[in-house]
């Protein structure tokens, strides 16, 4: 199985943080640039947060300051810290590859944000 498994997610406050996670592979994990992943209902997948294996990290500008991504190569787990959460912040989010190995995507975690 290659599919990831992400985990974390819930409902969270406007302002509230919340701590996501990814279990993968490491066919798909060791040596690679990962990525968080975030569909929100009635739009496409944009990536949010990307790592190299040595963790250089890069932010989308929607939440630059706010989120960490974050991974532990040892234990092929990827992390994604979101704190000061917008509204826009909703949705689900996976990980995956930078690009996206396209039958790696797996469940996603859903994010839902409440005011």
């Known amino acids: 199985q290659i599919q990831p498994v992400e985990s974390g997610g819930g409902l969270v406050q406007v302002g509230g943080a919340l701590g996501l996670s990814c279990k993968a592979s490491r066919n798909i994990f060791s040596g690679s640039t990962m990525g968080w992943y975030r569909q929100a209902p009635g739009k496409s997948r944009e990536v949010v947060a990307t790592i190299t294996w040595h963790s250089y990290t890069n932010y989308a500008d929607s939440v630059k300051g706010r989120f960490t991504i974050s991974r532990d190569n040892a234990k092929n787990t990827l992390f994604l810290q979101m704190n000061s959460v917008k509204y826009e912040d909703a949705g689900v989010y996976y990980c995956?590859?930078?690009?996206?190995?396209?039958?790696?995507w797996g469940q996603g975690t859903q994010v839902t944000v409440s005011t």
């Open positions: 995956n590859t930078v690009p996206p190995n396209r039958p790696a």
